[in-house]
């Protein structure tokens, strides 16, 4: 698990190397960034939406009365479901803080200027 981590991020950090690369480029498409950015951010509440309902739908069903086994092990797969959601909230939270960093470094912002991204994208990935 930890070297499957160190090669993701030394992934990352070659993606952002080449990237560092073009962030000057004449021929990024930097107006479209803007509408992007709202589309995604329509769809990123549209899915914290779906998953708050699909966290309140699991516990409806972990107290039905009707449902078998123990109270235990309901217990147990509310929070394998909860776990679950939570990690796609995670990874969601990590798409947001990606493209902010591609934006900015495709759209010529300095890497000094993105540090807080950078971080922010660091501590993503390895949280998860």
């Given at each position: 698990?930890?070297?499957?981590?160190?090669?993701?991020?030394?992934?990352?950090?070659?993606?952002?190397?080449?990237?560092?690369?073009?962030?000057g480029?004449?021929?990024?498409?930097?107006?479209?960034?803007?509408?992007?950015?709202?589309s995604?951010?329509?769809?990123?509440?549209?899915?914290?939406?779906l998953?708050?309902?699909?966290?309140n739908?699991?516990?409806?069903?972990?107290?039905?009365?009707?449902?078998?086994?123990?109270?235990?092990?309901r217990?147990?797969?509310?929070?394998?479901?909860?776990?679950?959601?939570?990690?796609?909230?995670?990874?969601?939270?990590?798409?947001?803080?990606?493209?902010?960093?591609?934006?900015?470094?495709?759209?010529?912002?300095?890497?000094?200027?993105?540090?807080?991204?950078?971080?922010?994208?660091?501590?993503?990935?390895?949280?998860?």
């Amino acid at each position: 698990m930890r070297r499957k981590n160190i090669e993701l991020c030394a992934r990352f950090f070659g993606l952002l190397w080449v990237l560092g690369g073009l962030a000057g480029c004449a021929s990024a498409p930097t107006a479209e960034f803007p509408a992007y950015q709202r589309s995604f951010a329509f769809v990123k509440t549209g899915a914290e939406d779906l998953y708050l309902r699909a966290d309140n739908v699991a516990e409806n069903i972990a107290d039905r009365p009707e449902k078998e086994g123990s109270v235990a092990e309901r217990l147990k797969e509310l929070e394998a479901r909860r776990a679950a959601l939570s990690a796609r909230l995670a990874a969601i939270e990590m798409i947001e803080s990606y493209n902010r960093l591609l934006s900015g470094l495709a759209s010529g912002t300095s890497a000094d200027d993105l540090k807080t991204d950078i971080s922010e994208l660091q501590h993503g990935l390895s949280s998860i």
